[in-house]
């Protein structure tokens, strides 16, 4: 009688697990996230929401785009890419390391000129300008000007305003546009060119100025896969990215949304 009660039991238990399998949603994957340094803010708060929605696990590693690019280029295990510029993306598609159906333009960003401390003034971003006067002794933070793109876009911008060669060799740069913007906030330089999501998540800068759309490229933020980790974790992340609640997240940021379909 005891063998057959346990025996009973045993199938019981086995059906009851068999039961509970089928009833499981797919196994939840972590996925590692390569981000531009500007997305910091806004995708810490993404996070959560996607782990909430989805069940996987988001972790992600900041830094410029052009050291996230160069790192995947070597082999670094990352599942899916954003960059600050289309330039690094268009790279790694080239070198067959993203997977270039996935690609899409998630965001846009603006270009602005930041003071240390609070402040109610502004600086007219225009060719008379005087940005090497209205610097005197003091220096320009700016990420790489020839790497990270928001270098690139203000150095692009200051050369459109016929500005950047007498500011030249004021500029302290930075290896991504967080430092550029830590730098001001600690008012070991006076201003910086960074993006308005930056300035925003920095209480201790203002923004004094705005650069025009025309003087520099489209600042564009495109995603894609890494080629070969396309699984059900790297796509759902792909489709939270453009989802109402991210693009909620991104745009109260600063951030530009684009006609992409959420």
């Not at 009973?8 to 039961?19: G, P, V």
């Not at 302290?172 to 999501?197: C, H, K, M």
């Amino acid at each position: 009688m005891q063998t057959m009660r346990q025996c009973l039991t045993s199938r019981i238990l086995a059906a009851a697990l068999l039961l509970l399998c089928l009833g499981q949603p797919v196994r939840a994957d972590a996925v590692l996230l390569f981000a531009a340094s500007s997305l910091k803010t806004a995708l810490d708060q993404i996070a959560p929401g996607f782990l909430r929605d989805t069940g996987h696990r988001l972790t992600t590693s900041y830094a410029g785009s052009s050291a996230l690019a160069r790192q995947i280029q070597l082999g670094a295990p990352a599942d899916v890419f954003i960059s600050a510029s289309a330039d690094w993306m268009d790279l790694l598609e080239t070198d067959g390391k993203i997977d270039p159906n996935s690609r899409v333009d998630v965001l846009g960003n603006t270009l602005v000129l930041i003071a240390h401390g609070t402040s109610s003034a502004t600086v007219p971003i225009t060719p008379d300008m005087d940005l090497a006067d209205i610097l005197g002794d003091g220096r320009l933070a700016m990420a790489l000007v020839d790497a990270v793109p928001a270098g690139v876009y203000g150095k692009a911008a200051l050369r459109a305003l016929e500005q950047w060669d007498a500011v030249a060799d004021k500029v302290a740069q930075s290896d991504n546009v967080r430092g550029a913007l830590s730098l001001v906030a600690s008012g070991e330089a006076p201003f910086g060119i960074v993006y308005l999501t930056d300035a925003r998540a920095e209480p201790s800068v203002s923004v004094v100025g705005v650069f025009p759309a025309a003087t520099h490229p489209p600042i564009t933020y495109p995603a894609a896969i890494v080629a070969g980790r396309g699984t059900p974790a790297t796509r759902a992340l792909m489709a939270y990215l453009q989802s109402p609640e991210a693009r909620a997240i991104f745009e109260a940021q600063g951030f530009v949304l684009p006609d992409t379909k959420p």
